[in-house]
Structure formats: C-alpha cells, structure tokens
C-alpha cells in the first residue's frame, strides 16, 4: 500500500521544511510496511526487523518512530483522529458540541481528495483483526484514548470552560467518539464478508449517531418521571 500526504493541515501550522517532510515520509513508509506485513504475515509472526527492511530504513530509524510494530500499523488511524480535531477546531463556534462534533466527522469521511484511512481494504482488515490480536486492540485504544483527550481540549475551549470538575466536554467526545468507534467496529466486521464502501460507513456513523441522540431524548423524557 502506498503512503500518501496527511489527510489535513492543521489551520494555522507552519508550512514544512525539508527535514520535516523527509521524516513524515519515512513515518508513513514504516506505517505501510507494518500494515502490509500484518496483514501478510499476521502479527505474531511480523517483526520490526522485517517492517524497517521493508521501510528500507534501520531499526534504529522504526525506534525513532514507534514504539512497537502495533503503533506502526494504527498510525493512520493516529491521523484519522488528527484530521477529525482540526475540523473540529475550525467548526463555527456557535454550534452545540455534539453537532459540531459529528459534522466534523462527517466532513472527515466525506473528504474525497484527502480520504480517511479506514476507508482503505487493509485498513478495514486490520481492524477486523482487533478481535483476535489484544496488543493491536491496546495499542488502538491508546491511539483512540490520545485523539479523544485532544478532542475535550477542543469542546473545552468551545465551551469556554476549563475547570477539571465541569464534565461537559468529557462526556461530549466520550459519546460522540463512542458513536463513531461503534460504527467504525460494527463497519469493519461487516467488511469480511461485504464490499462495504464509503457510503457504507458515512451512512453507518449518521445511522448510529442518529441512535444516539433518540435513545438520549427518551432518556431525558424519562429522567422527568418518578421511578
């Protein structure tokens, strides 16, 4: 699989330099290499010899990159997570968080030139692997963990709140994220036996975040009754 540029620019960042732009390209060719090794292989039997040779980099150069050969094959989903919180950030200030949570989502996968990763066949059979393989499982979860904390920074801000003990922003992102992982799983086991393409998954996540805002009304409705 070919590495290509990062889905976005976060708004506002400084232009490349050389080195910059050579050591991105050796992250996204040891990213590759891990993936297609995986996937080839399986993970057990994939080493981080094997995916800097691959690379055609030096183990010293992975180590510079990644901590093992799991966060090597999740870096995209690393920059899916990136690409979500710079449209966050740059969604009108005047939208509810959660709305302007999922339309950052949708603006992510509806992003033809510069499209999600997870919308490539490897990316979708990795994560059908999540199931079987616990360290690529716990290694997802960190990456998604990271993205997330980023993303209650953003709706904090949003908010104009930064008060540990204000649970807005947390349990904003704690279910919008929730709603796009659900989607992203369910989306991914389907694909073994499915051709499940974009519109497959755009129309997954509106499906289940549409879920999640009907079953929050009855519970609101309900909250208001005596038990």
Sequence with gaps: MKATEPP?????GAPED???RKARQTRNALAAAA???????????TTVEAIAERADVTRRTFSR???GKEDAALDFVRGDGDAINARLRARPTAEPPL?????????WLADEGNPAWHLSPEMRRLLALLDRE??????????????????????????GTHD????????VV???AGVLTAALRLWARGAADHDLGAADLAALVERAYDALISEAASAAADSTTEE
Excluded: K, M, N, W
């Excluded at 993936?35 to 039997?45: F, M, N, V, Y």
């Excluded at 616990?134 to 908010?159: C, G, H, K, N």
């Design 8 to 12: 976005v620019v976060p708004p506002g």
């Design 18 to 20: 050389r080195r910059q």
């Design 35 to 45: 993936l297609e090794l995986i996937l080839e292989r399986g993970l057990t039997a």
């Design 65 to 67: 990159h990644f901590t």
């Design 99 to 107: 709305l302007a949570y999922r339309r950052a989502v949708r603006q």
């Design 134 to 159: 616990p360290a690529l499982f716990a290694a997802y979860e960190r990456i998604r963990v990271d993205a997330q904390e980023e993303s209650i920074r953003v709706i904090a801000e949003r908010l």
């Design 164 to 171: 540990v003990r204000d649970v807005r922003p947390a349990v």
């Design 174 to 176: 704690d279910a919008a």
